[in-house]
């Protein structure tokens, strides 16, 4: 896939740990994705090192981009992020991934992410909304130490058919489990439920064997986008 360059136009730190990016495909000015697809930064002169970062704006803006980037210390891709400034010029490829919604799926769905995760639940929550056909849940997870982001975005979101829960605890195996015992209270009111689960390596196991131990189809109902492995 040939690489693109970009333009950052904006950079805002949403809380310490947080940036928000908008970027600016040039020639062609536009980038067409799907709601969930992911691009490939290129964070090294060389191309050895990139770094995926789901897109968080709709794909009905094509042409500037929003990208949620949780800064890891000492990370790569972090370091360079956050030292960026408007008018610098970045290198991707795509749009990638499968981590979309099934659009022929007429059931219930339910998003769980666990933090920086929501960039790509998100937008698969507010495509979802905009059907007009199943009841919407999105479980996110936070450690409760955070600061709070992306609030107003969430408060937008129409309500009618959507039930949205933010999960807090103080570390993340506790978050897991608040999670887990959110979604085995939540199960039995389901219709034909498809689960969408964004995040870290060990939240999306811990909820899959969850989910295929109460009898969900593990290839047909249930999706998973794993940012990192496991958390630390
Ligand atoms: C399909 C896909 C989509 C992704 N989308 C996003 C996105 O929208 N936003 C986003 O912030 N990241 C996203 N990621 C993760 C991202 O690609 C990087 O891995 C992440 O930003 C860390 O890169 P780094 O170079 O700064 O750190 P690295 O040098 O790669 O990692 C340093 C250490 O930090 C750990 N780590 C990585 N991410 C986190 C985290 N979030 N919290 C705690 N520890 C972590 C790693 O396991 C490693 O041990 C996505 C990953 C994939 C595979």
């Not at 968080?56 to 360079?80: M, N």
């Not at 010029?89 to 919604?101: D, R, W």
């Not at 969430?154 to 959507?162: C, Q, Y």
Request: with cysteine; aromatic share 6%; glycine share 8%.
């Amino acid at each position: 896939m040939a690489e693109q360059a970009a333009t950052l136009v904006g950079a805002v730190r949403l809380t310490p740990s947080v940036l928000l990016l908008e970027v600016e495909p040039q020639g062609p000015p536009v980038i067409a994705f799907r709601a969930g697809q992911f691009i490939s930064l290129r964070c090294d002169e060389a191309g050895d090192v990139r770094r995926s970062y789901t897109i968080l704006s709709s794909p009905s803006r094509p042409g500037c981009i929003e990208l949620l980037v949780k800064l890891v210390p000492g990370g790569a891709a972090s370091e360079l992020l956050a030292g960026l400034v408007p008018g610098a010029v970045l290198h991707f490829t795509g749009p990638l991934g499968f981590f979309v919604n099934d659009a022929a799926h007429h059931g219930d769905v339910v998003h769980i992410a666990t933090g920086a995760g929501i960039a790509a639940t998100l937008p698969l929550v507010t495509e979802a909304l905009g059907r007009e056909r199943e009841r919407v849940t999105l479980l996110w997870g936070l450690l409760a130490a955070d600061t709070p982001y992306l609030v107003e975005r969430l408060a937008a979101l129409p309500t009618e058919r959507l039930q949205c829960e933010r999960i807090l605890a103080p570390s993340w195996p506790a978050v897991h489990a608040l999670l887990a015992a959110r979604v085995t209270e939540l199960h039995p009111t389901l219709a034909e439920p498809t689960f969408y689960l964004a995040g870290n390596g060990d939240m999306t196991r811990t909820l899959r064997t969850l989910l295929v131990e109460r009898g969900i189809d593990r290839r047909k109902s249930i999706r998973t986008e794993i940012f990192y492995p496991h958390e630390e």
